[in-house]
Nanobody, 118 residues
Framework: QVQLVESGGGLVQPGGSLRLSCAASGFTFSSYWMYWHRQAPGKGLEWVSAINTGGGSTYYADSVKGRFTISRDNAKNTLYLQMNSLKPEDTAVYYC???????????WGQGTQVTVSS
């Protein structure tokens, strides 16, 4: 059974940091591109970041470039998103996703809430 389980969300003050994790099981993690998306209250789903199978290539939305870092540990079947210099507009539910073909998302997690507020 395929599972993607996000964790690490919470309430943080503006300027703070959080590290999200996404634990994968039930599929060959190292063969999949991995992604982070987010959905802010009342808004649509927004792509945040992507990483290739080996972790050597990463991609970011302009809104998070320079502040967020995506990484993966294929030995631990885990995806990460290090979020620094957080802003109130980063408040959203963050989802991880997986695909074998680039940007053809096959598996999704249930999401973790990130709230940036003073």
């Amino acid at each position: 059974q395929v599972q993607l389980v996000e964790s690490g969300g919470g309430l943080v003050q503006p300027g703070g940091s959080l590290r999200l994790s996404c634990a994968a099981s039930g599929f060959t993690f190292s063969s999949y591109w991995m992604y982070w998306h987010r959905q802010a209250p009342g808004k649509g789903l927004e792509w945040v970041s992507a990483i290739n199978t080996g972790g050597g290539s990463t991609y970011y939305a302009d809104s998070v470039k320079g502040r967020f870092t995506i990484s993966r540990d294929n030995a631990k079947n885990t995806l990460y998103l290090q979020m620094n210099s957080l802003k109130p507009e980063d408040t959203a539910v963050y989802y991880c996703a997986a695909s074998r073909v680039v940007y053809k998302f096959e598996h999704w997690g249930q999401g973790t809430q990130v709230t940036v507020s003073s």
